[in-house]
């Protein structure tokens, strides 16, 4: 026994230190596991909310700022929607949209072999040939142009500037060097109901 004890005072003196060593440096390991990490995970989420709350607050403030004067806010956008009514064409029925299109072709020397208004496939008017989306009147117009290159090009964009869309365009060039179009154009007008 007493060669044990020699022994184990000799191994203790020599691997005592490090065993030690290792048992406080597992006992930080897992004290940090236990209760470190889960206060981080914690730390980051609340920063997260943080920042989170910061960027809608600064949010909110420049929505504040940028809306402080509500009554100029809402004169500015009624001048706005003013001025883009007046850019629509003033069509009540699919007949002045016609005429308008035709006044524009005979204006640009374009050709109209035909012209008639199209059978609406949404919610269309007794007449069958106007839609009324967001609050204003879609004519739908189906119709065969011909006529010199750059003036067919013209009317185009005279059509575009008064608002109306070009939903089909088909070009086919003839014998004669005439442009020969065929195509379906969204005319819009306002809803004088609203």
Not at 41 to 53: N, P, S, V
Not at 159 to 164: F, I, R, T, W
Not at 174 to 194: R, W
């Amino acid at each position: 026994m007493k060669k044990f004890k020699k022994m184990w005072n000799h191994h203790w003196k020599f691997y005592g230190w490090p065993i030690v060593l290792l048992l406080a440096l597992a006992l930080l390991l897992w004290a940090v596991a236990a209760v470190g990490l889960p206060s981080y995970r914690e730390y980051l989420q609340l920063r997260g909310r943080a920042q989170l709350t910061a960027q809608q607050a600064e949010k909110l403030q420049n929505f504040a700022l940028f809306h402080s004067d509500y009554d100029n806010y809402v004169a500015e956008k009624s001048r706005e929607l003013a001025g883009l009514s007046k850019k629509l064409p003033q069509c009540r029925d699919g007949t002045e949209a016609q005429t308008m299109v035709q006044q524009l072709a005979l204006a640009q020397g374009v050709q109209l072999d035909s012209l008639q208004g199209d059978e609406a496939k949404e919610k269309t008017s007794p007449a069958g040939k106007q839609t009324v989306k967001d609050g204003l009147l879609v004519f739908t117009l189906r119709g065969e142009a011909q006529g010199g290159y750059y003036a067919v090009l013209r009317w185009l964009r005279q059509l575009e500037n008064k608002q109306a869309h070009i939903r089909e365009l088909k070009l086919q060039g003839t014998a004669e060097g005439m442009v020969k179009a065929q195509l379906v154009i969204n005319v819009y007008g306002i809803n004088k109901i609203m």
